[in-house]
């Protein structure tokens, strides 16, 4: 196997400290701390909180979301000596543009134009657009790791040889459901951040963006900063929001990103910590650092005492930090940590040492025990990393669907005979089967994630298993239930119920936690697309052997579901447990392709040429299903006709969203259908309109239309 | 402070979701934390907004909180001699 190097070519960062890298170097050797009371918005009534508020002015337009500004200007920082469009954008987003969405229901807009940037999916989108990107686009939400695990994924495409240049990183504002949140959860020092110090008191809620363009490449290219090597994830699968106390997650991730990419723990002479400063964290961290390093800890510090908490940007923006230690030969203080915890056992640098490493760690944790690390050099000092060959997709073991029909066989029954499953599915099916795990606390989402987890992994549990879950638009009870609570009461009062359950990766946490999936913990989030995003990170992430849960679901929202996704009338979701690896008779699903297309006719040829090539590898199809969103139905007719004619299909297309109806994942019911469909041999008439459909020995081809184009194959190994 | 028990009690189920319990079904000594109720600490902070917001008290630290809702009667001991004076 041949070798590949994945360099850094640009940096862009946002952060209270200021805008750019060499900004925030001279700030980080200055010893600066940019952390101050909250102005962005009102503290409801209560003395305002620290926090790392972005004071520059930030470029675009004002009605454009503050995530997106933010993540604009670091693009454009990053994007600056490069003229051509980046392949690939992988951001990881927590919140999206609920900053906008927060006011917009306090003055009481109904029209669903005006949150339009309220999906954390929308701000990849609107980097593609920025960066003239027409390639795949992906965006994470796994709260505070975010970022690390959007560089992570974009760095596993590269090393795989499916883009040679990504943008990635990730971005958040402030706003009122993490600055309330975290402060109802008890997490935020009043006196701001101490990370690591013995009177740690919690986090500085902050917001910033920092991306990092990379390329893969065989010999350095001009203009290299340093080199990402490679990383790990990892799932506690202990607690929704509080971390393993002994960090065994953590643990386990950075010791995979050790692994993934090619050091010997000896390499690494830096570590840039997650460090929030909150008790748990900084002990939890501590704890995973001795037992990777035993007695030969390396230096190590938090740039949070200086910047805040950025959540989803935090570990970009510690990426970008490393690579400028890396190629300044500097590494910083732990500002604010005055008095070292002797009890932690890892002393943070009290004071910014000048002097070059070779390899620095970078750590990044969040909510659901969702964990991830990355692993950066200097250019060209280590050996080069392994490429990887082309995926050869997932041999599916078990699938199951809910819908308003039912569960799987209620579903598949109607939709036999040609009827609908459109509408909302019922909670009582998904609170019924088994209510030892009903989580009381969540809403409809998580314990549907919890529901489907139950039915399709083997057992219900699997230790060193890994989730994959696409939402379009995450836990709306109780992001909902958080709102009116904060809202209802002047600002004054919040739920820290709501706040823990509102993230977009509490379903998947949720799953690991009743299923003990201790393995990658990854939430996608990117509207119609959602399902077919978990599915490519599933296809970058996984190498080995273990089983892998990729989900995909939604919840309609009676009162947020019309602003946010209008054409909206269902809800439910899918989910298959898989592993790599292809037997004989049983079904393989395989990603073939996923872009973003805005307006760009290209992007349908592109595909048409992706399944061309496919098709001939894997033979004969027996059916499409396509899905094309009502809100861009003419469009998407037209490109599925452009498509067909392209791969001259004149076969039976199954128009699916007439019977799974109008929601963001319903992709992955769709799946779930045709994956049963295919076994049992063939399409009843009832469903093409036409004859019955042998499938016997047959592909069938699952294709995404609409702003984003997607293509799946189906077939039986 | 019998009647601040059974109020508390009833704001308990309700705050929390426990939806296979009764009010009734909660002993006033017996553990909130670590017992048969399986609340854990995303409760319990649930529970100090609740007697923040309803009580006008607030309980800012872990430690004051683990000895204020070791069980019903403990908490209501604490919202009956804390109460601020109108």
């Known amino acids: 196997m041949s070798g590949v190097r994945i360099y850094v070519l640009g940096m862009g960062i946002v952060s209270a400290l200021g805008s750019g890298v060499d900004d925030h170097v001279q700030a980080l050797l200055h010893e600066q701390t940019a952390i101050g009371p909250l102005g962005l918005f009102s503290g409801g009534g209560k003395a305002p909180l620290p926090v790392g508020e972005v004071t520059e002015n930030l470029p675009g337009d004002k009605d454009v979301p503050r995530t997106h500004r933010l993540a604009q200007a670091a693009a454009a920082q990053a994007m600056a000596d490069h003229l051509s469009p980046p392949e690939a954008i992988v951001l990881g987003v927590s919140t999206g543009g609920i900053l906008q969405t927060e006011e917009n229901l306090l003055a009481g807009r109904s029209e669903p134009e005006q949150y339009a940037g309220h999906a954390v999916g929308s701000v990849s989108e609107f980097i593609a657009r920025q960066t003239g990107c027409r390639g795949t686009v992906l965006t994470v939400a796994t709260a505070c790791s975010s970022g690390l695990t959007a560089i992570w994924l974009a760095a596993q495409m590269l090393r795989s040889g499916q883009v040679q240049t990504a943008l990635a990183g990730g971005a958040d504002s402030l706003c009122r459901l993490t600055y309330f949140g975290f402060d109802a959860l008890q997490a935020v020092d009043p006196a701001g951040c101490r990370p690591m110090d013995v009177n740690r008191k919690g986090m500085t809620v902050a917001e910033g963006a920092a991306l990092l363009l990379m390329v893969a490449d065989r010999k350095k290219p001009q203009g290299a900063f340093a080199e990402v090597r490679g990383g790990g994830l990892s799932c506690d699968a202990y607690h929704p929001a509080a971390p393993h106390p002994e960090g065994a997650g953590a643990f386990r991730a950075v010791q995979s990103a050790v692994k993934n990419a090619g050091v010997r723990t000896g390499d690494i002479e830096y570590v840039m910590l997650h460090g929030t400063g909150t008790v748990d964290n900084d002990q939890a961290e501590s704890r995973a650092m001795k037992r990777l390093f035993g007695g030969d800890m390396p230096a190590a510090s938090s740039i949070k005492g200086s910047v805040g908490h950025a959540l989803a940007a935090a570990g970009a923006m510690g990426s970008v930090i490393a690579a400028s230690c890396l190629e300044r030969g500097y590494l910083p203080a732990s500002i604010r940590c005055r008095q070292p915890d002797p009890e932690l056992g890892v002393t943070p640098l009290q004071q910014v040492e000048n002097r070059p490493v070779k390899a620095i760690l970078v750590n990044s944790f969040g909510f659901g025990g969702n964990n991830a690390a990355l692993v950066m050099s200097v250019p060209d000092v280590l050996e080069t990393i392994p490429q990887y060959g082309p995926p050869s997709g997932f041999c599916v073991h078990q699938s199951c669907c809910v819908t308003a029909a039912g569960d799987t066989a209620a579903s598949l029954g109607t939709v036999s005979r040609g009827m609908s499953c459109r509408g909302i599915a019922a909670t009582d099916l998904i609170f019924a089967i088994d209510p030892k795990r009903r989580d009381r606390r969540a809403g409809k989402m998580t314990n549907l994630a919890g529901y489907l987890a139950a039915k399709t992994v083997p057992g219900g549990k699997c230790e060193q298993g890994a989730i994959f879950m696409g939402t379009g638009w995450g836990a709306l009870t109780e992001t909902g239930r958080f709102l009116d609570k904060l809202f209802d009461s002047g600002q004054r009062f919040s739920s820290p119920i709501d706040f823990v359950g509102s993230v977009h990766n509490a379903p998947a946490g949720k799953a690991a936690l009743a299923s003990a999936c201790g393995g990658p913990n990854v939430t996608t989030s990117g509207g119609d697309i959602s399902f077919e995003q978990a599915l490519m990170a599933a296809d970058l992430a996984i190498r080995g052997d273990e089983g892998v849960l990729v989900m995909g679901a939604d919840e309609h929202h009676a009162r947020l579901t019309p602003l946010f996704d209008p054409a909206a009338d269902s809800d439910g979701g899918g989910a298959l447990y898989v592993s790599r690896g292809q037997r004989s008779g049983q079904p393989v699903i395989q990603p073939l392709f996923l872009r973003y297309a805005g307006n760009d006719a290209g992007a349908v040829a592109a595909l048409s040429n992706c399944m061309g090539q496919a098709v001939r590898s894997f033979g004969d199809i027996g059916a499409v299903f396509a899905g094309i969103p009502k809100a861009y139905r003419r469009d998407g007719e037209q490109q599925l006709a452009d498509m067909l004619k392209r791969i001259g299909y004149t076969g039976a297309v199954v128009d699916y969203r007439k019977f799974t109806g109008e929601y963001a994942s319903a992709s992955a019911t769709a799946t779930v259908v045709a994956l049963h469909l295919l076994q049992a041999g063939c399409l009843p008439p009832e469903l093409t309109g036409n004859a019955r459909v042998d499938l016997t020995g047959r592909t069938i081809l699952m294709l995404t239309c609409g702003p984003a184009v997607a293509a799946t194959s189906i077939f039986i190994g | ?86």
Not at chain 2, 42 to 60: K, N
């Open chain 2, 1 to 86: 402070m019998e009647s601040l028990i059974e109020e508390l009690k009833q704001k308990i189920v309700a705050v929390l979701m426990l939806n296979n319990i009764r009010p009734e079904d909660i002993r006033a000594d017996e553990p909130l934390f670590g017992g048969n109720l399986e609340i854990d600490s995303i409760d319990v902070l649930e529970l100090v907004m609740m007697v923040e917001q309803d009580y006008g008290i607030l309980i800012d630290n872990r430690k004051l909180g683990e000895k204020v809702f070791r069980t019903v009667r403990t908490l209501a001991e604490y919202i009956d001699t804390h109460t601020p004076e109108v």
